[in-house]
């Protein structure tokens, strides 16, 4: 991987044709720190935020050896890349195959369902194990998520305890889970669904070992800071301590986005300016997905290709570089003033689902991937290794 000071360097130096990745490791190094050393939760990366093999290596290097599989896929590349990973298969609805797989090729041991028939998949395709550990996912709300879960996943109070019951029955260690919504901007989500989970454990009259508080911690991005990570950390582990589990189970976190949102940007080339529009080489089918469907607000800044100083700024209308005239941003972007072919936009805190949500469509999707020293973007994790400026779009030359 070539590594240049600042994305201003790549512009001026080899004027990429196809969207540049920047990857910043130390961003993934502060992320893991935190996780390992200021929460007393145990972490499981969601490969599904970001499986870059290089984001993989940085976090694995950092200390993060627990991994959220959602696929058989997932799960190969991880033992593949890290045979000591301790993996959990926690997408709640499996194929029979890649059960049978992810037990019996990958060693994986641990597995979530939230249906009594998933349960039975499970210990049909292990072969009744005496050595799993099953994770029972249970519906909370998901108020205060930017993105919320409720409805897809989960078991209601009632089957969860039935569940539950007959979980304990097989399993080698039996635990649950839940998740709170992506981006969950409230910290007394987790006090309320663990409450909640609480009372259920007690209706099913069973032994937890486990409790896994699921993804849901957010990142920073242009539309205002999240509540600093200290207040999710407090508030789970003093709920942890009114559960009504064994004295020594253990907690559990699937943090994907909190890990690696800040890990890399996107510098897309502007091909067209006219009469307003700007056309960039990427968009709502590349990486850009959540920027115009989901309406996220990533932070932004201009880089002259010519060296020219920027000034001003003005409203511009944004579209990606397929054929389809969706291929928009839903509202105008302000950008610096006097923006033409060859300049570059570059997009901030884009290390989550940026990558994974990428498809090929009209053949665009390359990327290019370099590492960068510079840290512009806000952060959660405070600066490292250069100042981390205020939220928002800027102008650099």
Known sequence: MHSYATPTHIVREIQPDVPVWCFRPERVTASAKWFRESFSAEPFYAVK?????????????GGVH?????????VELIRTRFPEARIAFLHPVKNRRAIARAYKEFGVRIFVTDTMEELNKILEETGYAKDLT???????????????LAGKFGASADDAAEILREARRYADELGVSFHVGSQALKPTAWATAMADVSRIIISAAVTVDIVDVGGGFPSVYADGAPPALESYAAMVEASFENMY??????????????????????????ELSKNGALYINDGSYGALYDAVHEQWKFPKRAIAGDGRKLHGMEA???????????????DEIMLPAGLSEGDYIEFGNLGAYGRAMSSRFNG?????VVEVQDAPWPSLYGSVGAEVVSIGSMATR
């Open 66 to 74: 627990s991994f959220d599989c959602a696929s058989d896929t997932e």
């Open 316 to 330: 511009y209308r944004v579209y990606g570089p397929t054929c389809d005239s969706t291929d928009k941003f839903p």
């Open 364 to 368: 665009f999707g390359e990327t290019e």
């Open 134 to 148: 099953i994770i029972v996912r249970v519906a909370v709300s998901c108020d205060g998520a930017a993105l919320p």
């Open 245 to 270: 589990v064994l004295e020594n189970a253990d907690l559990w976190c699937e943090p994907g986005r909190a890990l690696v949102a800040e890990s890399e940007s996107l510098l897309c080339r502007i």
């Open 49 to 61: 935020a970001n499986p870059g093999v290089h984001v993989l290596d940085a976090l694995w290097a």
